[in-house]
């Protein structure tokens, strides 16, 4: 089946420690996206990508960092110095830009403990 | 920054009657997309409209777009409680590539 897959579901952090959350596509797509979510929250894009070996900040990048290596991965690390992680991540993916639709994952919750 | 604000934030309905949300913009667009949000789950994309065009209909979904107005307006028809889910309508800007920046959402309710 084609689709997104993010992995793992549910993710606990201690204080101070690093993290990577992954994003697999087998859609073939050229853009990827990260977003975080806050509860009742909209959206806040943190990286995107429109090409392998390219990636933006977005609004909120700062204690998070990417990699796009390949067209189909683009994991997402959540560093210490992102001093509020706890949230839920949501990775997406569209053929490129320019109107075509976002196809996204199911997320990853980050908890702090 | 958000590009796209919705209108109003919660809206709560009986089954059976329409639901109308709306989302205002900034900056000029190509196109707008309107996404719902189950709880809890990813987004799914629900219709596109490009800034030529006015009106688009989707099943029991109609959307509406005003380019002078900086505006659009999603309206659900003939409500089921399965469409209880939040709402965001979504732009792209340009910032060095293309970005897909989502409003805050709408959160409906559809009571039985």
């Known amino acids: 089946d084609g689709g997104i897959t993010q992995s793992p579901k549910y993710l606990f952090r201690k204080e101070g420690q690093n993290v990577t959350l992954s994003c697999e596509q087998n859609?073939?797509?050229?853009?990827m996206y990260w977003y975080r979510q806050d509860p009742g929250q909209g959206l806040r894009l943190i990286y995107y990508s429109q090409i392998v070996n390219d990636f933006q900040k977005g609004d909120i990048a700062e204690g998070y960092s990417v990699s796009r290596e390949k067209k189909e991965s683009f994991p997402l690390s959540v560093t210490s110095a992102q001093k509020n992680p706890t949230a839920f991540y949501l990775c997406?993916?569209?053929?490129?830009?320019?109107?075509?639709?976002?196809?996204f994952g199911q997320g990853t919750r980050l908890t702090v403990v | 920054s958000q590009q796209g604000e919705e209108d109003p934030q919660a809206l709560s309905i009986q089954e059976g009657e329409n639901a109308t949300m709306n989302c205002s913009y900034k900056t000029s667009i190509n196109n707008l997309q309107w996404y719902r949000q189950n709880s809890g789950r990813g987004l799914v994309h629900l219709i596109l409209?490009?800034?030529?065009?006015r009106e688009k209909h989707s099943g029991r979904l109609r959307v509406t777009l005003d380019t002078s107005k900086k505006s659009s307006s999603l309206l659900i028809t003939a409500s089921r409680a399965a469409d209880t889910a939040s709402y965001f309508c979504a732009t792209e800007i340009f910032q060095g590539a293309q970005k897909l920046v989502f409003g805050q959402g709408t959160r409906l309710t559809i009571n039985p």
């Open positions: 409209i490009r800034s030529n065009e």
């Open positions: 859609l073939n797509h050229d853009a």
């Open positions: 997406a993916s569209s053929q490129s830009t320019g109107g075509y639709a976002a196809f």
